[in-house]
């Protein structure tokens, strides 16, 4: 058995018990309580309000069409549908969606939404006004909670104050506390004041609908407190939130030279919404961003392409934070990005799954520091669930200090990717790489399942060192050009030695494949050797075809004679161009039989 759970030096210890269990109890979400995304799945909507073809859009990418389009989105009754035929359609100001209907393309590669406004490189957003994200982040018409249901709870009382009428079923409203320092790490609040209300001092939170109101008091919620709130809970309510509102089948891309910030797709206070099959290419901030979501759903989107690479906060794909609870991101790719998937400040009941990223780019300035195919990016995220994607590697850092609580279940992290920076400067260093890299202030992680590293560290590395399994103060002082499976509780990306042990020590490890140890799987003693195939997904879905189910993990068959114990996942087969089928090889198993990608997909900046 290899190194597993420890004694914090907080005095933060968790109970193993001899059950049918892959996690320790106090760790465990229950996703039938709340099943991420939009509840009850999208809308498929087929009356066709308007085609914007009939309404005088110039289909050749000329004229602009963004009034043309805005009117529409605001006549387009409820439950119905906003038609943009195939075509190359030019935006030179912003689009607005509202609630209640869908905005649809011909087709992913048919529909092209060109951005061309050089004071924000703004696409499309979903903004409810009033914002609660205000200057300070302190609204004024929060409630102080009387009484409060410990985790797994429903219900509360509101004390005595104002606004207590706000409060009505329907609407959503935020939870949160203050932040508990003995699981907020030794970093302090820092610059994470902008990430939450009051300065960034009640950042242990999520965001519920409310079922039910007594005696105008008395409230029921869903879904289940993640967490005993007994710091002070307050509750906020939404003042205003665009619900059952989704983009389809069309892509979207920015063509400004001279932006310095910009997002193409921006969700801002939305609940049950959705982005299925877009194309969102080369933003310079985000490319698609979720603040205060709610139950929505970003699917089978290609996410790829930055307008800059070399400074931090821009090259963001996806980005969700602030509180957003109980979404879906799932069956997207990722390509030439910084970061493809990163969190920050977000609440609990995300699910992060399937996603491929096919490898990270960075400016030369970044040294070719190694970007994740997940990354937890600080402002006190918790308890989330990462499942089954393909990539780089995971990480959490401490920009914007920690996270807790977070779930890595059945993923494939190689932990190193090739020429991480040849976009930008031609070499191809490829120091810092990890498959798993948790730094400092990030503690309670459980990593399960997964297949760690990869049997070889070449392809375009040119340091080719052998895989050490893990960095922590213990054992030795990191080295930037060494590889590891795990690198744990340091302060810096790099080879700084100022170490917190409490990331190591809480730490869960169990069932994982890694390629330092040959052949071998880490179980721990008292929990089940027999995996599930998914810890939100009760069978394998619909969309799956024949591709192997579950996909990555210990007990899978070797492939051939170098122990991946992986199969393709369906959008790493839709990146490559091809359906590989049940048991397929992964691409980069055989150079000489893999497809060459096709050139829109891997080698052109479009």
Known sequence: MLTGPRLGMLGLAFTLKVSAAVLPADRMIDFTQAPPGVQGGIIHRTTIYTNLADAGADPT???????????????????????????????????????????????????RLVVLNDKSADGIYFRALPSVYTPGNNPPYSNDVYSITGKGGTNLSLAPGPYRTNYTAGRFMLIDMTNAPSLYGPLGIGHDDYMGRLGGTRLMRQMVEILTVEHGTNLTFTPP?????????????????????????????????????????????????????????????????????????????????????????????????????????????????????????????????????????????DGGMLHTFGLNHGGCPWWNLWEGNVGTGFAADSHHNGSLYQIVFRNYASGWTPNPCAYRSGTATNYYQRAINIWNSNMFYSVVGNVLGSPTIGEGNSKSNA?????NSSE????????????????????????????????????NFDFYHTNVVDWQEGYDHTLPASLYLT??????????????????????????????????????????????????????????????LWLTHD
């Open 61 to 111: 990418g000329t004229v602009p069409v963004n009034t043309i389009l805005n009117a529409a989105v605001n006549a387009c009754p409820s439950n119905q549908v906003v038609f943009i035929p195939a075509g190359t359609f030019l935006l030179t100001n912003r689009v607005n969606m509202k609630s209640g209907i869908t905005l649809r393309g011909a087709g992913m590669d048919q529909t």
């Open 225 to 365: 407190l993640i967490w005993n709130y007994t710091n002070h809970p307050q509750v906020l309510y939404m003042p205003a939130m665009i619900r059952h509102a989704g983009l389809e089948d069309f892509t979207l891309t920015n063509a400004c030279a001279t932006n310095i910030s910009g997002t193409l797709i921006s969700l801002d206070q939305t609940a049950d919404c959705w982005v299925k099959n877009v194309g969102a290419h080369k933003a310079y901030t985000e490319n698609i961003v979720l603040s205060y979501g709610f139950r929505c759903t970003i699917i089978e989107c290609d996410i790829r392409y930055h307008a800059e690479y070399r400074h931090s906060g821009r090259a963001y794909g996806l980005l969700v934070r602030y509180a957003s609870t109980q979404n879906l991101i799932e069956n997207n790719t990722f390509s030439k990005l910084r970061s493809g998937l990163l969190i920050t400040s977000t609440g609990p009941y995300n699910v992060f799954a399937y996603n491929f990223n096919a490898g990270a780019y960075n400016g030369a300035e």
């Open 467 to 471: 895989w050490v399994y893990e960095f």
């Open 476 to 511: 030795t002082t990191p080295r930037s050009e060494i590889p590891a499976i795990y690198k744990l509780g340091y302060m810096s990306v790099g080879v700084g030695t100022e170490w917190y042990p409490a990331t190591a020590d809480t730490l869960f490890r169990h069932g």
């Open 539 to 600: 069978k394998k879905p619909d969309w799956w075809g024949d591709l192997a189910w579950p996909p990555i993990g210990p007990e899978m068959p070797d492939v051939e004679t170098i122990h991946l114990r992986t199969n393709l996942i369906p959008a790493q087969a839709r990146f490559y161009g091809g359906d590989y089928g049940a048991g397929g090889k992964r691409p980069h198993e055989d150079e000489a039989a893999r497809p060459a990608p096709p050139q829109a």
